[in-house]
């Protein structure tokens, strides 16, 4: 064998080398991280903060493993991006993405954001509840890109749809068992892989409880059932489209069995965003593929009727109508609280309620305590002492508001808790005049945060009105870099008593907005939310382009239009839901995936084109691209030389 093909063998056996492993890695990032289940204990470190529970030791089992072994992929996957890097033609071709420039721009500006955050020890390690730090982020702009890179033809395609599968199949079995009420992480077999030996005194004493009204929720293993809303939203499409993109019947059997048990899965988490981002998929999915399900009528009409008859018998059992259930959450309501602010000062505690002023202050000795009210003009109030030893105002302006005193400690004998909506509000008296305690039994300062937009909403979208109203405030600080990554539980104005009262969050941890924008814009800056939105519309600008007239006649069609509506399904659900780590790295690997889909299928569109034409005119064409490789590759030499 002479040396040039020894050398040729050489270089093609490693480039398969290497391209299986890169599949490798691209196929754990795709089945094994969202199904890492593994108990983590830590120090969140948030003890400092006077919102937060002064607890030194917590618990994580859904997240943490997940983000760091996504880590460690997404290094792996850099090193394998730098080595072809190194190829010259490669890195001419990269130019022709336009997508690749905003996606670039994200992760810079999200890396920056993180460097001179305030709070840049949270950004590069993670944050209680939410463990997705600035290395996360990075690894979903890697996942994306690597998906591009190295799905380049059916084979590649093949192999990722049987890793989605195996991953929706495995998540099937663990939905049915949480529906059941036989949680599989609740199982003896469940607890022993989910925590290590070390921790075994801790196996029987993690619950999981995520029941409605005795009905169980499906939260899969993402630890929280909205995010299987989310999941369900970017992964349904897709799961439904690879029935037409597969072949043999046995194989559509499966993938229909796959997706009527998400569907019901999903159902049985109680996701209202899912139901609003399947209708709109559905909708867009007629717009899109109308020539082909009138030629698959047959198949398409039982599998609806199916469909409808799995939800309605699942909705009847549960005792809801799901019409009503998406409508009570999304319809706008006006707050219909009386109180409006709650002020703590050296002098009193005023209390802002029925638009009025309430005065509020007592007296106090080893022996007892007496409340002193009065209103704005100085008229003291008169009040009852009830049965359950609460002081209620004879006013019937102050109806709802009822005062106790409580036994306190060496420091402040005396508490008085103020009962409204159904919260007890605790202040005392010390030597810098009455001092708010809040729910975390720490003194803080109550405020009142500016809030915009859905201020007078705060139960719209199940209480989302209000995190919403005080969150887009928080847009003025992230105009050029954000706050840094993961640090919004540090930003947010937790001390804002009144409106948490009054919006059902008083006892609430409040670690994201519940909004995917807002939690990009506030965390790594609008400019970076911009970049991240202009990739998303290259990407759906693209699609549309290319399958809007597609007779969809082939398996990559199909896959390509699946992609897209589930890559719309996921950021509709992005209005109402966060980015996760259970759930994103599949968003942003099918979203690669889906860039590569439409680049093989326009590759194909072209070859089908050329070689629809007579003879004569396929052969100037073939000639004229050949023309101008050999002009390009001479502009190259030019440019060595």
Same mark, same amino acid.
């Given at each position: ?132 730090? /600035? ?27 049987? =890793? ?108 209202? =965003? ?60 006006e707050n219909n609280s009386l109180l409006e602010d709650i002020r703590f000062t050296g002098d009193d505690v005023t209390i802002e309620y029925n638009n009025t002023e309430l005065h509020v202050m007592y007296a106090a000795n080893e022996l007892g305590a007496v409340l002193i009210c009065h209103d704005k003009d100085g008229t003291m109030l008169e009040y009852k002492v009830r049965d359950d030893q609460y002081i209620e105002l004879t006013d019937p302006t102050y109806s709802g508001l009822l005062f106790r005193f409580e036994q306190g400690n060496t420091y402040y004998p005396w508490l008085v808790s ?134 969809? =006649? ?42 590569? /889909? ?44």
């Amino acid at each position: 064998m002479s040396q040039y093909k020894k050398k040729k063998q050489n270089t093609e056996n490693y480039e398969l080398l290497h391209g299986n492993y890169a599949l490798i890695l691209l196929l754990s990032a795709t089945f094994l991280v969202p199904l890492i289940v593994r108990l983590y204990r830590y120090d969140p470190n948030l003890s400092q903060f006077n919102w937060f529970m002064q607890s030194n030791d917590e618990i994580d089992v859904f997240l943490y493993w997940k983000s760091r072994i996504l880590t460690i992929l997404g290094a792996l996957m850099g090193v394998v991006l730098i080595f072809k890097f190194k190829d010259r033609k490669f890195r001419q071709a990269q130019k022709k993405n336009i997508w690749l420039y905003p996606l670039a721009a994200y992760a810079i500006l999200t890396l920056l954001s993180t460097i001179f955050s305030k709070y840049r020890a949270f950004g590069f390690s993670g944050i209680h509840e939410q463990f997705e730090s /600035v290395w996360v982020i990075l690894t979903y702009c890697v996942l994306t890109f690597f998906a591009y890179i190295f799905v380049q033809d059916a084979k590649d395609v093949t192999s990722l749809r049987r =890793t989605f599968f195996a991953l929706f199949a495995v998540l099937c079995a663990l939905g049915i068992s949480q529906l059941k009420g036989r949680d599989f992480w609740e199982s003896e077999f469940g607890r022993q892989l989910m925590v290590p030996e070390k921790y075994a005194d801790l196996r029987d004493t993690l619950k999981f409880n995520f029941s409605r009204s005795g009905i169980h929720q499906v939260y899969l293993s993402f630890y929280n059932p909205n995010y299987v809303g989310m999941f369900a939203s970017l992964v349904l499409p897709f799961s439904v489209f690879c029935i037409f993109s597969v072949r043999k019947w046995w194989q559509k059997i499966l993938w229909t069995a796959v997706s009527v048990i998400l569907l019901v899965c999903t159902f049985g988490s109680g996701s209202k =965003t899912f139901m609003i981002s399947i209708a709109v998929g559905m909708v867009l999915a007629l717009f899109f593929c109308h020539r082909a399900i009138w030629r698959r009528i047959l198949f398409f009409i039982p599998m609806c009727v199916a469909l409808f008859f799995a939800g309605k018998a699942y909705f009847k059992q549960i005792n809801l109508d799901p019409v009503q259930y998406v409508k009570k959450s999304m319809t706008l309501r006006e707050n219909n609280s009386l109180l409006e602010d709650i002020r703590f000062t050296g002098d009193d505690v005023t209390i802002e309620y029925n638009n009025t002023e309430l005065h509020v202050m007592y007296a106090a000795n080893e022996l007892g305590a007496v409340l002193i009210c009065h209103d704005k003009d100085g008229t003291m109030l008169e009040y009852k002492v009830r049965d359950d030893q609460y002081i209620e105002l004879t006013d019937p302006t102050y109806s709802g508001l009822l005062f106790r005193f409580e036994q306190g400690n060496t420091y402040y004998p005396w508490l008085v808790s103020i009962r409204v909506r159904g919260c007890s509000v605790y202040f005392t008296q010390t030597g810098d005049g009455y001092q708010y305690i809040n729910n975390v039994g720490k003194f803080a300062d109550a405020v009142k945060a500016p809030a915009a937009v859905f201020e007078n909403y705060n139960s719209f979208a199940s209480g989302r009105g209000y995190l919403w109203s005080r969150s887009i405030p928080l847009l003025r600080r992230s105009l050029i870099l954000g706050t840094g990554a993961d640090t919004f539980s540090l930003v947010f104005p937790h001390n804002d008593l009144a409106g948490r009262i009054n919006s059902g969050y008083y006892n609430s941890y409040i670690s994201k907005p519940h909004n995917m924008y807002l939690q990009i814009g506030i965390q790594h800056g609008v400019p970076a939310l911009l970049c991240l939105l202009a990739v998303c519309a290259i990407y759906l600008i693209q699609s549309v382009i290319l399958y809007w007239r597609s007779k969809l =006649t082939d398996e990559h069609s199909w896959l390509g239009v699946g992609i897209m509506l589930g890559i719309i399904g996921y950021l509709i659900a992005g209005l109402s839901n966060d980015s996760c780590v259970a759930v994103a790295p599949l968003f942003w690997i099918l979203l690669g995936m889906g860039f590569a /889909v439409n680049r093989i299928n326009r590759e194909r569109a072209k070859a089908e084109k050329i070689a629809a034409l007579p003879a004569k005119e396929s052969t100037q064409a073939e000639n004229a691209v050949s023309a101008q490789n050999a002009t390009s590759k001479g502009k190259q030499k030019r440019r060595k030389k």
